[in-house]
């Protein structure tokens, strides 16, 4: 989430959106929205889990979603994934910022 916040002029620059699926609730995901001072929105999937489970990340047995960083292009093509602790990691936002600006190029 870190990487994400310091690095969001960047995807801001290559005309990207940034924002964060959870399957916490939503008076938690303010909280910590609020604590971090989060520049992007973070969204609930608390209810129902339809996101997790159209992406293929949730992990049924225990109600929640893995981490995982997806970089999805204007066509709303997945274009590149990254996920468990490499979707969390401090390089991830350039990593997938980068991936983003040579989708874009090519």
Known sequence: MQ???LGIAKFQNSGAK????S???TPSLK??????SLPFP???DFVDRKV????G???PKYGVANRVTFVIDKEGK???????????KILGAGDACSRLAHRKAS
């Not at 940034?18 to 699926?21: Q, R, S, T, W």
């Not at 997945?78 to 969390?88: H, L, M, P, Q, V």
Request: aromatic content about 14%; cysteine-free.
């Open 3 to 5: 990487a994400y916040q």
């Open 18 to 21: 940034v924002f964060a699926i």
């Open 23 to 25: 399957t916490d609730n």
């Open 31 to 36: 909280a910590f929205a609020e604590q971090l």
């Open 42 to 44: 973070l969204l609930s």
């Open 52 to 55: 997790s489970k159209a992406y």
């Open 57 to 59: 990340v949730l992990l």
């Open 78 to 88: 997945i274009s590149y994934t990254e996920s468990g602790g490499d979707a969390i």
